[in-house]
C-alpha cells in the first residue's frame, strides 16, 4: 500500500517569493508521483509527473517538482510566486502496477500581494 | 475532446431523497473513478471501474451508496436515501494506461438539507 503526507495544510507567500510545497510518500515499490491544482469550484488539473528517468520534472505555470527517493520526497517550486497561484494543491502516488491514485490532504497556497 | 463532463453541477434536495449523479468519461478511457470531497475528509476515492467493471468499491461509505457504468461513455453514482452528512463534491475522473494520469471533471456539488 501507498500513503501520501503534505506538510502544512496551509502556506502563504508574498508575490513573487519561492514556492516550496512538501510532499513525502511511501511506497514498497517503484511510484509514480503526481501534483494537481485545483482552483476554487474546478476540478483537480494536472501539473506535473514522475514516472521513470529524470528526478527534475517541469510542469505547467513555471511549477516543477524533484523526486528525491532517499528521501521519499516529491516536492513543488517555484521560483516567484504569482497571484493566479493562489489555489489548493495535491500530491498523488500510485505503483507502476496499480491504477489509482492516492492523494495527500491537499496544501491551500495563498499569495499575499 | 471535452474532458470528462459530470452533470449536474450543482444539486440540492431533501433528506431522504434519491440522488443520480452523472458522468461521462473521456472518449477512449478505461479507468473511471468516484471521488468525494468534503473539508473534513479531504479526497476520498469512492470506487474504481476498469473497462466498466467494478474493481474496488471500498471506499464506498454505506449501502446507501451505488455505482454503475452499463458502458464505457456513462457512469452513475446513486445517493438513496440520502442525508445530510452526504453533502461534499463529488468528482468523477478518468484515466488510460500507464502512468495512470486523472483526468478529473468539473463536480459536482451535493447540498442535502
Known amino acids: 500500500a501507498q500513503s501520501v503526507t503534505q506538510l502544512g495544510s496551509h502556506v502563504s507567500v508574498s508575490e513573487g517569493a519561492l514556492v516550496l510545497l512538501r510532499c513525502n510518500y511511501s511506497?514498497?515499490?517503484?511510484?509514480?508521483l503526481f501534483w494537481y491544482v485545483q482552483y476554487p469550484n474546478q476540478g483537480l488539473q494536472l501539473l506535473l509527473k514522475?514516472?521513470?528517468?529524470?528526478?527534475l520534472v517541469k510542469g505547467i505555470n513555471g511549477f516543477e517538482a524533484e523526486f528525491k527517493k532517499s528521501e521519499t520526497s516529491f516536492h513543488l517550486t517555484k521560483p516567484s510566486a504569482h497571484m493566479s497561484d493562489a489555489a489548493e494543491y495535491f500530491c498523488?502516488?500510485?505503483?507502476?502496477?496499480?491504477?489509482?491514485?492516492?492523494f495527500g490532504g491537499g496544501t491551500r497556497l495563498m499569495v499575499k500581494p | 475532446d471535452a474532458g470528462v463532463i459530470q452533470s449536474p453541477r450543482h444539486e440540492v434536495t431533501e433528506m431522504g431523497q434519491e440522488v443520480t449523479l452523472r458522468c461521462k468519461p473521456i472518449?477512449?478511457?478505461?479507468?473511471l473513478f468516484w471521488y468525494r470531497q468534503t473539508m473534513m475528509r479531504g479526497l476520498e476515492l469512492l470506487i474504481y471501474?476498469?473497462?466498466?467493471?467494478?474493481?474496488?468499491d471500498s471506499g464506498m461509505p454505506e449501502d446507501r451508496f451505488s455505482a454503475k457504468m452499463p458502458n464505457a461513455s456513462f457512469s452513475t453514482l446513486k445517493i438513496q436515501p440520502s442525508e445530510p452528512r452526504d453533502s461534499a463534491v463529488y468528482f468523477c475522473?478518468?484515466?488510460?494506461?500507464?502512468?495512470?494520469?486523472?483526468?478529473f471533471g468539473q463536480g459536482t456539488r451535493l447540498t442535502v438539507v
Open positions: 475522473a478518468s484515466s488510460l494506461g500507464r502512468p495512470p494520469e486523472a483526468f
Open positions: 472518449s477512449g478511457h478505461n479507468s
Open positions: 514522475y514516472t521513470t528517468g529524470a528526478t
Open positions: 511506497s514498497s515499490v517503484p511510484p509514480y
Open positions: 498523488a502516488v500510485t505503483t507502476h502496477a496499480g491504477n489509482m491514485l492516492t
Open positions: 471501474f476498469n473497462n466498466n467493471v467494478p474493481i474496488d
